[in-house]
């Protein structure tokens, strides 16, 4: 037995021992923080050319030494911890036998982007994370938190590429769902519950590590594009609200976050270089290692070197600013920078060749390695956390009490932004547009028109702009109003039947003729019918109040400032508006 392999030995001892052993090609293995997908029995892929994983597993793992992956899709909670369990015995087959570090964006609420998020699935459905900050409750969060931790564990994941604590400063952002809203003190409070839930008091083998994202605060999108895009890169203050935004992310490094990820945007306009978040100095060496102290792994995130394939289109690499430099010199000056890792990447031969050209010292990828190790040993994967067990998986997901838990959180949720006749009571007749009806059966006699209705029940969602690219159609952006002839269909019905409206803000929805005319209305951040229901009816209590502003007009929005909470004129209702019944 080799000193690293020793669980009775210090993990420092162990970093070091394993580090002395590894060549020049194991350690850039380990730069890499590359996307798996499983077949749906639970399988590596082993053929080549899937749709989202170009090169196999076995090529990835013991091909090129990668260690360090985040699993695309849903699948069911046992077939998720044989694939994980399979990942670990390829993994243990290699030469030093470095366990697989498994991570995972967001998976426990509504949103299903392949980018970002996906729908809860097996897992426990909670509302989004703005429907967390709409209760205020930092015990709520952490009891997500916790729970969130408790199914990652039992199917194998390891880091928690979340929680995402922009502040949501720009209306037409399409990533606000993920964030805690337009409040920089409630999203400080909110996170160091997050990160207590997630990792404990201290980071060990029952922690799920936390990935906080985007340093320094991804809100401030110029239009409101997403910098996944090239026509989203630029990142503005005209409001000079920079250090505003850097709030909580020193409250996730107080409360000891694992990790870091800085975002794609550019920095336009201010004393920083205008080079991408992940390549820049100023910014992850400067800022949050010297200046903020921050002592954690910091993984790029997801394409900044290559250029790359999704569906069917090629996207160039998130390059902002360094798009002139070739692959190598942007993942030096990324190292330059302060970076450990790059999110998205599989190219392992590009560090090897910096190294042996003299261009990076190896010192500097053995500074970043003994990092990546550290959290392996803390976590236990190279001792009992290795394996996980399929039945306790399936037991764990989604177990009822957890359920509980989310469906509670969804009722609690629920903004009441007017009221009307609510609550109801007695069994009227309804008629329901996106609603089920089967479950709206429960609470009323169904009527095929809204003629032949006491009251309507009205699912609506933010509106967004199409784009024709598919992979930016998950990213909803541009025009929040309500178009036409969408519009007038709409106030037809409520001008016709009593309406109760519900309108998913998954973006901060312009809708003051809705307002005006619907019956009442509520907004909900991932909430089933049967939790909408039971509020409309009285039989849970909402708690939400609004985590952002809503806007009046476009051109209200048009004219805010992007990196300001709460900036457009005369919203139709206010930051943290929301009435009890």
Known sequence: MHPYQDPSRPVAERVEDLLSRMTLAEKAGQLFHSMLVMNPDGTPVTDPGHEMQDLTTPELVEGRGLTHFNLLGTYGAREMARWHNALQEMAAATRLGIPVSLSTDPRHAFTDNIGASFNSGAFSAWPEALGLAAVR?????????????????????????????????????????????????????LVRAYVLGLQGERLGPDSVAAMVKHF??????????????????????PGG?????????????????????????????????????????GVVHTLLREELGFTGIVCTDWGRLNDAEIFGEVHEARAWGVEHLGVAERAAKALDAGAD????????????????SGRVPEARIDASVRRLLREKFVLGLFDERRYVDPDEA???????DFTALGAAAQRRSLTVLTDGPLPLDGKPRLYVENVDPAV????????????????????????????????????????????????????????ATPTVVCVHLERPAVLPEIAEHAAALIADYGASDEALLDVVFGRAKPEGRLPFELPRSMAAVAASRPDVPNDTVDPVFPYGHGLTL
Not at 177 to 184: E, H, K, Q
Not at 243 to 269: D, N, R, S, T, W
Not at 394 to 400: K, L, S
Not at 444 to 454: C, Q, S, V
Request: charged share 25%; aromatic share 10%.
């Open 137 to 189: 409750d930092p015990e709520l969060v952490f009891r997500f938190a916790d729970t969130v931790r408790r199914e990652y564990l039992s199917v194998g994941f390891r880091t928690a590429l979340h929680p995402q604590i922009d502040l949501a400063t720009e209306p037409r952002w399409s990533r606000q769902s993920g964030t805690f809203g337009s409040d920089a003190k409630l999203t400080s409070e």
């Open 216 to 237: 320094p605060g991804g809100g401030p999108q110029k239009d409101g594009e997403d910098p996944h895009f090239p026509h989203g890169k630029e990142q503005i203050y």
């Open 241 to 281: 609200m920079r250090e505003l935004h850097l709030e909580p992310f020193k409250a996730a490094i107080a409360a000891g976050c694992a990790q870091m990820m800085p975002y794609y945007g550019q920095p336009v306009g201010t004393d920083w270089e205008e080079v991408g978040f992940g390549f820049n100095r």
């Open 341 to 356: 890792q790059f999110g998205g990447e599989q190219c392992p031969e590009v560090i090897v060749a910096l190294v042996e």
């Open 394 to 400: 399936e037991a764990t997901v989604g177990r009822a």
């Open 440 to 495: 709206a059966a429960a609470y009323g006699e169904l009527a095929e028109t809204p003629d032949g209705a006491d009251l309507a029940v009205l699912r609506l969602r933010t509106p967004y702009e199409e784009r024709a690219n598919r992979f930016e159609s998950y990213f909803h952006s541009g025009s929040l109003a309500f178009p036409e002839p969408e519009l007038t269909r709409i106030l037809a019905l409520l001008k």
